[in-house]
């Protein structure tokens, strides 16, 4: 057995922005990944843009890690936020946002992880939770050396699927999946674009997915194998068919993701929801503000309540797995900004939670907001 202040299940960028915000405050902290790379979908699932961190209408709504993270993204490969992104309204080109090389992301990443007081577990598979009365109190893993029980204070599910959740028994809802694939491909008969990202599949709303092809929750192991499968093999149908004179010596793969690219698998049922119908609305335990990065105008501000599951004490939610209803809102919220703006709001509860020794639903908004303001991160427009 391990003790640690705060445990942050998944390193996804939700998991890398809540273990930057507790391990600078002084926590004990540890991050404990499946894989062996920080990034989640944004590397190992080669999803390659940091959507932005503006309204389109030239306001940023997004500061702190989120910002920081963006600015990492395209630290060791080319890549640039737009020059007018304040001063266009409305154009998507024109947005704070970045296209991003996933390895070089990962590079950048581990630099930003070397923390004095973060203790990374690559390679390391949360397999299950020990809840005490309601407290969430140790989660059990497994490695290389075995199985083993990391305790903590208080813990943050970022693992996308909210395992952390429904180990605990908290309740939670499913999502569904159209089939998906975005992977890295070569061009080598193309001067300055040699390399280059190739996508199938469908797309947020759906559109694109193959006739027949299974529709899939992804919150079991069958179902991550038929994805993979059944997205892999849309690839490979690809590359059977080339046409127009192209062939295996002027295209091929070069990297495939190691991630299933699922959007939206299981999220908790929170003590509040980030609302469909309450965009550009004041919502009064705000801690937040993520923008609609499909057009312009729009943005929701993120009740606390939506990180902290129901009946479950010593845990919050983020990113993909925090509750936001099922259609414009949890589409926005699950993207990469907002994903790690709401990993860097929990991690402030997270410390707030250790230091007053109690559970996240029981910290003051004040607290919260206090810190909120010494980060320079917005809750209300
Ligand atoms: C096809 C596709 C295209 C997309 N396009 C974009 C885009 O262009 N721009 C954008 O901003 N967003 C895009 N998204 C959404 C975005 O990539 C994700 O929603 C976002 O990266 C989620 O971040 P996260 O940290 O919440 O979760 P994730 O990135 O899913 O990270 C979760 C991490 O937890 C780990 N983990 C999971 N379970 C366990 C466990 N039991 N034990 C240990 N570790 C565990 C995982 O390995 C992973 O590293 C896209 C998504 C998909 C699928």
Aim: glycine fraction near 10%; charge should be neutral.
């Amino acid at each position: 057995m391990k003790r640690y202040d705060v445990i942050v299940a998944g390193a996804g960028v939700a998991g890398i922005a809540a273990a930057l915000e507790c391990a600078r405050s002084g926590m004990k902290t540890a991050l404990v990944e499946k894989t062996i790379l920080p990034g989640g979908l944004a590397t190992s699932g080669m999803v390659n843009i940091y959507l932005p961190l503006c309204d389109g209408k030239g306001r940023q709504v997004i500061h702190g890690i989120s910002e920081e993270l963006l600015k990492a993204s395209i630290k060791y490969c080319p890549g640039s936020i737009p020059a007018g992104w304040g001063g266009v309204p409305g154009e998507k080109d024109k947005r704070y946002l970045a296209v991003f090389n996933p390895s070089a992301c990962v590079l950048a990443f581990d630099e930003l992880l070397e923390q004095k007081n973060l203790d990374i577990w690559y390679d390391t598979q949360i397999s299950g939770a020990a809840v005490k009365g309601s407290k969430l109190t140790s989660l059990e893993v497994l490695n290389k050396s075995g199985k083993l029980m990391l305790e903590a204070g208080c813990f943050i599910d970022a693992t996308g699927d909210a395992d952390i959740a429904n180990f605990a028994g908290a309740e939670c809802e499913e999502g569904s999946n159209s089939l998906s694939l975005w992977a890295m491909n070569a061009y080598p008969d193309k001067q300055g674009a040699a390399v280059a990202m190739i996508r199938f599949g469908a797309d947020d709303s759906g559109r694109g997915h193959p006739k027949n092809a299974p529709v899939l929750k992804g919150t079991s192991g069958k179902d991550t194998t038929t994805f993979v499968l059944e997205s892999r093999k849309l690839l490979r149908n690809h590359y059977a068919n080339l046409k127009d004179g192209r062939t295996r010596e002027t295209e091929y793969p070069v990297c495939l993701p190691t991630m299933a690219q699922f959007r939206t698998t299981r999220k908790i049922k929170g003590l509040a929801s980030v609302r469909n119908d309450a965009f550009n609305k004041n919502i009064d335990d705000s801690v937040g503000i993520i923008p609609e990065w499909r057009f312009a105008g729009k943005t929701w501000e993120v009740p606390y309540g939506s990180l902290i599951p129901v009946k479950i004490k010593g845990l919050l939610a983020v990113g993909r797995c925090m509750d936001a209803e099922k259609g414009d809102a949890w589409n926005v919220a699950r993207v990469i900004p907002c994903a790690a703006l709401t990993g860097q709001v929990a991690g402030i509860s997270a410390v707030l939670s250790v230091e007053h020794e109690t559970s996240p639903d029981n910290i003051d908004l004040k607290d919260i907001r206090n810190v909120l303001d010494k980060r320079g991160i917005l809750y209300h427009l």
